[in-house]
């Protein structure tokens, strides 16, 4: 459930889901981006996972707690920043379907949300329950922006969510820093 909620979270104003609605205007097909977009995600959730569980046995509790306090702090602070407009792939002659699923796995891959990932996963009993939380909360965004489109998508307040949203993580990585520390 938290990283459901973590990626949900992290993918509002984030390029992904711009992309997302981009590739969904281009290809006029936006249930094939979202089929994509569940693939690209899962593959990088899962790879994130993976490491999270590979870095569990190496690591103590509180420097678990701590990793988690990081990707938030850091998923924070990007959110409280302009997102830049992702690379429309326009030069991409791959077709439809690949052109969704790497450019999304691309953009995926390099976000917050696996750092978010791989720290819960560390934390986790079952890793695999973060990157099936992480991968249907940034659905529950991306799908939204494909069916919408680009024009639609950005005519939401994304930036003030974006803002709201990032503040909220700053938060609550600073609480868990803070005890993972020793310090509240």
Do not use: H, N, Y
């Not at 969904?24 to 959730?45: E, K, N, Y």
């Not at 701590?66 to 938030?72: E, H, I, N, R, T």
């Not at 991409?92 to 390099?110: C, D, M, P, Q, Y």
Request: with cysteine; proline share 4%; charged share 10%.
């Amino acid at each position: 459930m938290a990283a459901l909620v973590a990626a949900a979270g992290a993918q509002i104003g984030d390029r992904t889901a711009w992309l997302a609605a981009i590739l969904s205007d281009r290809w006029r097909r936006p249930w094939l981006v979202i089929a994509c977009a569940a693939l690209a995600l899962a593959v990088a959730g899962g790879l994130a996972a993976a490491a999270g569980a590979l870095l569990a046995p190496l690591i103590a509790p509180e420097a678990k707690l701590l990793l988690l306090a990081l990707a938030l702090l850091l998923q924070g602070g990007g959110g409280l920043l302009t997102a830049r407009m992702p690379d429309r792939l326009e030069g991409w002659r791959i077709g439809a379907a690949a052109t969704s699923v790497l450019g999304i796995l691309i953009l995926a891959f390099g976000d917050g949300v696996q750092f978010i990932v791989a720290a819960l996963a560390a934390r986790s009993p079952v890793p695999a329950f973060a990157a099936v939380g992480a991968t249907l909360g940034s659905l529950a965004v991306i799908a939204p922006a494909a069916i919408l489109g680009e024009a639609a998508w950005l005519r939401l307040p994304l930036r003030r969510l974006r803002i709201a949203i990032g503040a909220v993580f700053v938060a609550v990585g600073a609480a868990l820093g803070l005890s993972a520390l020793g310090l509240a």
